[in-house]
């Protein structure tokens, strides 16, 4: 079955700690994605990439590096998290087929105290 | 770039009312597609829709391309129904899809 894991689910970091959120998809997509999830700014995209070794700039970049290792790996890292940091991360993947809506995972609740 | 608004921002509803959610979008949108996220949770495709209407149990969406605006309709609502929804809009054939800020839908008893 296609999906889309993240982990950890949960993380409490305090400021200016570092922290990597992981996710794993198992549908053979070229496409992954990281979004934070913000009250009043629905989803918003901070990376992307179509493949293993590129990496993409989103919308909200800034404070955040991406690793995309394999096709299945996706890594989202906060060097020197501050509290505008603490949000609901999801992760996403999608084919090459434009039609085809992204498959997300569970989220990631982070907090940065 | 591109920007979507949907509303209301929320919405309460008695068991069995209808709802009407509203997508605009500013530039052309070759792909639209509408999700459900359960409180806290995943979120999940329900249309991908960027012109003309579509159906599915009791949701239908209808999306009129050249005004810029779609809508998601649900019929007999139920409690089951509660949570956000989202309108996402891609301008481009690359698959970088826009979120609008949601919908936020509370059905009660």
């Known amino acids: 079955e296609a999906a889309v894991t993240q982990s950890p689910r949960n993380k409490v970091t305090v400021t200016g700690g570092n922290v990597t959120l992981s996710c794993r998809q198992t549908?053979?997509?070229?496409?992954m994605y990281w979004y934070r999830q913000d009250t009043g700014h629905g989803l918003r995209l901070i990376h992307y990439s179509y493949g293993a070794g590129n990496l993409q700039i989103g919308d909200v970049p800034d404070g955040y590096k991406a690793t995309r290792t394999t096709q299945e790996d996706f890594f989202l890292l906060l060097k020197l998290a501050s509290p505008s940091q603490t949000s609901l991360y999801f992760c996403a993947s999608s084919d090459e087929y434009n039609n085809q809506a992204p498959l997300f995972g569970e989220g990631t609740r982070l907090s940065v105290l | 770039g591109q920007q979507v608004q949907q509303s209301p921002a929320s919405l309460v509803l008695q068991e069995g009312e209808n709802a009407e959610l509203q997508c605009n979008f500013s530039s052309t949108a070759t792909r639209l597609q509408w999700f459900y996220q359960h409180p806290g949770g995943r979120l999940v495709s329900l249309f991908y829709?960027?012109?003309g209407t579509k159906h599915t149990g009791r949701l239908t969406s209808t999306t009129v391309t050249n005004e810029r605006r779609s809508s998601l309709h649900i019929s007999s609502s139920q409690t089951t129904d509660s949570g956000t929804y989202f309108c996402?809009?891609?301008?481009?054939?690359?698959?970088?899809?826009?979120f609008g800020q949601g919908t936020s839908l509370s059905v009660v008893p």
């Open positions: 996402a809009i891609a301008s481009s054939s690359f698959s970088k899809l826009v």
């Open positions: 549908n053979s997509h070229n496409y």
């Open positions: 829709n960027p012109s």
